[in-house]
C-alpha cells in the first residue's frame, strides 16, 4: 500500500471547523482512502473513506484533491470529544487481504 | 460499542510467563486481526485470520501464536514474556465478506510485564 504523510499534531478552538490533511503522491488508480481515529484508551474507529469523490457522513466530510494525491479529513464544527488521533491510510481491496497499516497519524487538541 | 469484545482487559504478569488474550468479533464477521500498540512503535498489525485459517501476517513475533476456533472467536498467545511486551493489543473484525477497508476494533488488553 502507498505511504501517506501526515503532520505530527495540530490545534483546534472547540466549535470550529478543522482540516486535518494527507499527502499520499504515489497513490494508485485502485487504492481507497480511509480515515480513522483513536480516542484516548480506546481502539481505532472508522471515520470516513473515499475513492474520487467528496464524501460526506455523520461524522465529517473527506475532501479529495483531483489529482488523489492528498486529501483532507473535515470536522465542521470540533468538540472536546473529537480530541483524538487521525490516522489516514490508503487500501487497495484488489491487492490488500483488508489489514490496515497505521502511520503516525495526526494528534488534535481541542481547546474549549 | 463496535461489538468486538476482548477479555481480559488488564494484565499484569512476570517475565518469562505466558498469556492468552481472547477476542469475540462481531456476529457473522469472519475476519480477525489483532494489532499490538506500544508507545514507542505505534500500532502494528500482527497477524489476521479468515474462518480458521490465517490469511495475512505482519510483524509478529516467533514467541506469538494465534488461532480463530469454529466459533470464529480467536485467541493470541504470547509466551516467554518479556519487558517490551508490554502494550495494548487491540483485536479488530471486519465485513462478512469482501474487503471494504472498515474494520471494527475492540476496547483493547493491557498487558504489562514485570
Known amino acids: 500500500d502507498a505511504k501517506t504523510t501526515q503532520p505530527n499534531s495540530m490545534e483546534s478552538n472547540e466549535e470550529e471547523p478543522v482540516h486535518l490533511p494527507c499527502n499520499h503522491s504515489?497513490?494508485?488508480?485502485?487504492?481507497?482512502i480511509h480515515w480513522y481515529r483513536q480516542l484516548p484508551s480506546q481502539g481505532p474507529e472508522y471515520v470516513i473513506h473515499g475513492l474520487t469523490s467528496n464524501v460526506n457522513n455523520r461524522m465529517a466530510s473527506l475532501a479529495i484533491a483531483e489529482d488523489r494525491k492528498s486529501s483532507t479529513l473535515i470536522l465542521h464544527r470540533a468538540t472536546l470529544r473529537d480530541a483524538a488521533v487521525y490516522y489516514c491510510i490508503l487500501i487497495d481491496y484488489g491487492g490488500s487481504q483488508g489489514n490496515l497499516i497505521f502511520g503516525k497519524g495526526t494528534k488534535l487538541s481541542v481547546k474549549p | 460499542d463496535s461489538g468486538v469484545t476482548q477479555t481480559p482487559k488488564h494484565l499484569i504478569t512476570a517475565t518469562g510467563q505466558r498469556v492468552t488474550l481472547r477476542c469475540s468479533p462481531r456476529s457473522g464477521d469472519l475476519s480477525v486481526y489483532w494489532y499490538q500498540q506500544s508507545l514507542d512503535q505505534g500500532l502494528q498489525f500482527l497477524i489476521q485470520?479468515?474462518?480458521?485459517?490465517?490469511?495475512a501476517k505482519g510483524n509478529i513475533l516467533e514467541r506469538f501464536s494465534a488461532q480463530q476456533f469454529p466459533d470464529l472467536h480467536s485467541e493470541l498467545n504470547l509466551s516467554s514474556l518479556e519487558l517490551g511486551d508490554s502494550a495494548l493489543y487491540f483485536c479488530?473484525?471486519?465485513?462478512?465478506?469482501?474487503?471494504?477497508?472498515?474494520?471494527?476494533f475492540g476496547e483493547g488488553s493491557r498487558l504489562t510485564v514485570l
Open positions: 479488530a473484525s471486519s465485513a462478512r465478506t469482501g474487503i471494504t477497508g472498515e474494520l471494527f
Open positions: 485470520y479468515y474462518n480458521g485459517e490465517e490469511r
Open positions: 504515489t497513490i494508485s488508480g485502485t487504492d481507497y
